[in-house]
C-alpha cells in the first residue's frame, strides 16, 4: 500500500447517527425512508449556483444495473438524459403543465439540478431493484465526505470518489461521440481507479463516522 502518496482527508464529521443528515450548513440533506418504501431517499437541494453548486449537484454518470425514479415534493427540479447541454424533463410540484415524476433506465447517462436560481427544491429518488444497506452507505459517505471536503475548502480526492463510486456500481460518464464506447471506457476508468484508489492508495469505501450497519 502506498498510501503515504494520497493527500490527507478531511476531517470526517460523525453523521452516522443522524436522519435526515444535514449538509452545506443547513442547505441541503438527506433522509432515508425505511427499505421496501417508494422513495426511499428524500433530498433537499438548494437554490442553483451554476459559480459555486452544491454538492447534492451530481456529474453526468450512469448506474450499470439499476433503474433511477424520481417524484418532485416541492419546487422544480431539471432532469438530463445523455447530456448536460439541454434539459430532457423539468419537474414540478405545483406546475400541472410539468409532471411529478420521471425515471431513467440503467446505463443512460444523466444528472439532475434545482431549476430554481431562489428557492430550494426536495425531490424523492428509489432504485430498482433495490439495494437498501448498499444504497445508504453509499450516499451517507459520498455526500459526507464531499461536505466534509466543503468544510476543509479543500477538493475532493479523485480516487477517493473512484472508490466510493466503484462501491455502488456508478461510473461517471465520460463524454465520446458513442455513448456505447463513452459507457465502456467510463466503467474502465471507474474500476482501474477505484482499485487504485482501494488497494494502493489506502482509501475506503465506507467510514464509519459516516455510516454504521444497523445492528438487527
Known amino acids: 500500500m502506498l498510501s503515504f502518496l494520497r493527500s490527507s482527508s478531511p476531517v470526517r464529521t460523525d453523521t452516522a447517527d443522524q436522519n435526515p443528515?444535514?449538509?452545506?450548513?443547513?442547505?441541503?440533506?438527506?433522509?432515508?425512508?425505511?427499505?421496501?418504501?417508494q422513495y426511499m431517499l428524500r433530498n433537499t437541494h438548494p437554490p442553483f449556483n451554476k459559480d459555486a453548486p452544491s454538492i447534492m449537484f451530481p456529474p453526468l454518470h450512469y448506474h450499470t444495473h439499476q433503474t433511477?425514479?424520481?417524484?418532485?415534493?416541492?419546487?422544480e427540479c431539471h432532469l438530463f438524459k445523455?447530456?448536460?447541454?439541454?434539459?430532457?424533463k423539468k419537474l414540478s410540484a405545483t406546475d400541472p403543465a410539468y409532471e411529478k415524476t420521471a425515471k431513467i433506465s440503467n446505463k443512460?447517462?444523466?444528472?439532475i439540478n434545482n431549476a430554481s436560481t431562489?428557492?430550494?427544491?426536495?425531490?424523492?429518488?428509489?432504485?430498482?431493484?433495490?439495494?437498501?444497506?448498499?444504497?445508504?452507505?453509499?450516499?451517507?459517505?459520498?455526500?459526507?465526505?464531499l461536505d466534509d471536503c466543503r468544510r476543509a475548502n479543500r477538493p475532493?480526492?479523485?480516487?477517493?470518489?473512484?472508490?466510493?463510486?466503484?462501491?455502488a456500481d456508478t461510473p461517471l460518464a465520460v463524454p465520446l461521440p458513442s455513448q456505447l464506447l463513452g459507457r465502456f471506457v467510463s466503467w474502465c476508468l471507474m474500476h482501474a481507479a477505484g482499485l487504485w484508489g482501494k488497494w494502493v492508495l489506502g482509501y475506503k469505501e465506507t467510514y464509519v463516522e459516516y455510516y454504521r450497519k444497523k445492528q438487527l
Open 108 to 111: 443512460i447517462y444523466h444528472t
Open 156 to 167: 475532493p480526492a479523485f480516487f477517493q470518489m473512484m472508490v466510493f463510486l466503484r462501491g
Open 68 to 75: 433511477e425514479h424520481f417524484r418532485i415534493e416541492s419546487g
Open 82 to 88: 445523455d447530456t448536460t447541454e439541454r434539459v430532457w
Open 118 to 145: 431562489t428557492e430550494p427544491m426536495t425531490l424523492e429518488v428509489s432504485l430498482t431493484p433495490e439495494d437498501y444497506d448498499g444504497e445508504e452507505e453509499f450516499f451517507r459517505n459520498f455526500f459526507g465526505y
Open 21 to 37: 443528515v444535514i449538509y452545506e450548513d443547513g442547505a441541503s440533506a438527506l433522509e432515508f425512508r425505511a427499505s421496501g418504501s
